[in-house]
T-cell receptor
Framework: KQEVTQIPAALSVPEGENLVLNCSFT??????LQWFRQDPGKGLTSLLL?????REQTSGRLNASLDKSSGRSTLYIAASQPGDSATYLC??????????????FGQGTILTVHP | DAGVTQSPTHLIKTRGQQVTLRCSPK?????VSWYQQALGQGPQFIFQ???????QRGNFPDRFSGHQFPNYSSELNVNALLLGDSALYLC????????????FGSGTRLTVV
């Protein structure tokens, strides 16, 4: 059974800091890993999708890395801004068996960036 | 290009009632999944539909059922509502059953009183 853990559970930083969010998963048999952002009471916005054959993806100030063999991914946010405040969720799409195609989510990291 | 559309946005039901939530996938997507997200938790997989059939199911009771229509839209039905069913219900669509990313809707907030 795939399990996804995100550390830290919450993070509060001053504006301008570079920060790292961590995600770990127990089963390396994945198709891909996706990072999402969720604003309070809202749906999920996809930030980055990394296929299992890739090592990293970048979009603007965001960079996500994937080490499938060790079951880890990190989301790096450069020069954080108050508008980055949200919950960040990591999800893996598992291969094969009964887990085919579904996403397994971590609990999320609540990020607060204060001016 | 419209993304994933869910309706209604909010719903209040009484314990024991039945509810139907609706989802239209992103244009070009043929696979629809439903997730339940309790406050402060990550989303939990309910089930996935492809070619109008339930292909995969999470650890949810039979009170949770669904349907996919020929136009790929989907419904989630919950019978005999419990207070614990109060949550944000998210619909996600994908155009590739293996390697594609998922696009999520804004969700339906269900409150059971």
């Amino acid at each position: 059974k795939q399990e996804v853990t995100q550390i830290p559970a919450a993070l509060s930083v001053p504006e301008g800091e570079n920060l790292v969010l961590n995600c770990s998963f127990t089963d390396s048999a994945i198709y891909n890993l996706q990072w999402f952002r969720q604003d309070p009471g809202k749906g999920l916005t996809s930030l980055l999708l990394i296929q299992s054959s890739q090592r990293e993806q970048t979009s603007g100030r965001l960079n996500a890395s994937l080490d499938k063999s060790s079951g880890r991914s990190t989301l790096y946010i450069a020069a954080s801004q108050p508008g980055d405040s949200a919950t960040y969720l990591c999800a893996v799409r598992s291969r094969g068996g009964t887990s085919y195609g579904k996403l397994t989510f971590g609990q999320g990291t609540i990020l607060t960036v204060h001016p | 290009d419209a993304g994933v559309t869910q309706s209604p946005t909010h719903l209040i039901k009484t314990r024991g009632q039945q509810v139907t939530l609706r989802c239209s996938p992103k244009s070009g997507h043929d696979t629809v999944s439903w997730y339940q997200q309790a406050l402060g938790q990550g989303p939990q997989f309910i089930f996935q539909y492809y070619e109008e059939e339930e292909r995969q199911r999470g650890n949810f009771p039979d009170r949770f059922s669904g349907h996919q229509f020929p136009n790929y839209s989907s419904e989630l039905n919950v019978n005999a509502l419990l207070l614990g069913d109060s949550a944000l219900y998210l619909c996600a669509s994908s155009g590739d059953r293996s390697i594609g990313g998922y696009t999520f809707g804004s969700g339906t907030r269900l409150t059971v009183v």
